[in-house]
């Protein structure tokens, strides 16, 4: 089965300073990986994903993720933290298995970003 | 223009009732979820549907229903609600069933509160 592990379940950085929200997966196939933002009280958006191209993947808001498929990781990075970064984020893995119901997307527990002044 | 929209964003009722969350979306995908996310901000998904027929079945309780009247429209059905069904649940689309690989589109969420 597939799974994610989310390590750190709250990140507080100054603003100005880099961000890395730790992302460890588990899959059995080729995985599709995902970075999902949560603002307070609003949806889930985007940030980038992970579908067998190039490793290091570039979202949006400067927000990139690298694929480490010896360390089944897939980490976010943003160089420099704003204010505005502050929300919770979800790593997120799909495989491509095809019995039944197990081609679904399957959420790690989010990490909860803060950023300092 | 919402791409995927749900109605109501809130929701307060209480126990024993029957309440209905409607989804919409305007992007001409095939597929539609259900995602319930608890208090500890954890999803979990609960149904799909791939032009109208449903794909995946999470083991919920059969109090909820899914509806989906045509693909762009997928409606959760909750009869006889429990204090235990407080979450906010979430609605998403995607292109096409393609093992997960395709972006899901999330809507605006809505909080159900059960009293």
């Known amino acids: 089965a597939q799974s994610v592990t989310q390590l750190d379940s709250h990140v507080s950085v100054s603003e100005g300073t880099p961000v890395l929200l730790r992302c460890n997966y588990s899959?059995?196939?080729?995985?599709?990986l995902f970075w999902y933002v949560q603002h307070p009280n609003k949806g889930l958006q985007l940030l980038l994903k992970?579908?067998?191209?190039?490793?290091l993947v570039k979202g949006i808001n400067g927000f990139e993720a690298e694929f480490k498929k010896s360390e089944t990781s897939f980490h976010l990075t943003k160089p420099s933290a704003h204010m505005s970064d502050a929300a919770e984020y979800f790593c997120?893995?799909?495989?491509?298995?095809?019995?039944?119901?197990?081609?679904?997307?399957?959420f790690g527990s989010g990490t909860q970003l803060t950023v300092l002044p | 223009d919402t791409a995927v929209s749900q109605t109501p964003k809130y929701l307060v009722t209480q126990m024993g009732n029957d309440k209905s969350i409607k989804c919409e979306q305007n992007?001409?995908?095939?597929?539609m979820y259900w995602y319930k996310q608890d208090s500890k901000k954890f999803l979990k998904i609960m149904f799909s549907?791939?032009?109208?027929?449903?794909?995946i079945n999470e083991t919920v309780p059969n109090r909820f229903s899914p509806k989906s009247p045509d693909k762009a429209h997928l409606n959760l059905h909750i009869n006889s609600l429990e204090l235990g069904d407080s979450a906010v649940y979430f609605c998403?689309?995607?292109?096409?069933?393609?093992?997960?690989?395709?972006?899901?589109?999330f809507g605006p969420g809505t909080r159900l509160t059960v009293l």
């Open positions: 992970y579908t067998s191209a190039a490793t």
């Open positions: 899959s059995s196939y080729s995985p599709s």
């Open positions: 549907y791939n032009n109208k027929e449903l794909i």
């Open positions: 992007l001409g995908h095939d597929t």
């Open positions: 998403a689309s995607s292109q096409e069933w393609a093992g997960g690989r395709n972006t899901q589109y």
């Open positions: 997120v893995v799909s495989d491509l298995r095809t019995s039944g119901s197990a081609r679904q997307l399957t």
